[in-house]
């Protein structure tokens, strides 16, 4: 097989995979927010949506940068009712800035601050129930 038609067929294939069409009738949205802790935008982070309760289609997540995301990779968000986990990051000199089992030291100078109830044993749901971007904020006390 020449260059040209191994890149015609591995082209598609690629793409397909890129496109997330394990299941063609999935519908899938944008969803963007702004992302708070305490009253302050979490400056460095991740979201995800997992989806729960018979929801089908795969986890979905973001990066947070400055209190803000966009989750569009692969599609974006699959319709129905996911839950949500997210972890905040912060700058660290070696010696955690909180305290308890909610704080982890992360190697790249980062810990992971936000409490556990919003990330690990995360009890946030959305349903996104629309199609169309959805607009969804997080302020978490």
């Known amino acids: 097989m020449n260059q040209i038609t191994r890149f015609h067929f591995i082209l598609p294939i690629g793409l397909a995979l890129l496109s997330g069409c394990g299941d063609p009738g999935l519908e899938k ?3 963007t927010g702004k992302v708070s802790y ?6 460095d ?17 973001a990066i ?9 990779a692969i599609g974006g ?10 972890r905040g990051f912060r700058k660290h ?3 955690p800035q909180g305290e308890g089992p909610d704080v982890a030291v992360r190697p790249g ?33």
């Open 109 to 141: 100078g980062r810990e992971q601050y936000l409490p556990k109830k919003y990330n690990h044993q995360s009890e946030l749901t959305v349903t996104i129930d629309s199609t169309g971007q959805q607009t969804r904020d997080f302020e978490l006390q």
């Open 64 to 72: 947070i940068k400055d209190g803000t995301y966009t989750a569009k």
């Open 38 to 43: 305490q009253g302050k935008p979490v400056q």
């Open 45 to 61: 982070g991740m979201l995800r949506f997992v989806p729960i309760e018979g929801t089908k289609g795969p986890v979905s997540g």
């Open 77 to 86: 968000v699959p319709l129905g009712k996911l839950r949500v986990e997210i």
């Open 29 to 31: 949205v944008v969803v």
């Open 93 to 95: 000199d070696g010696v």
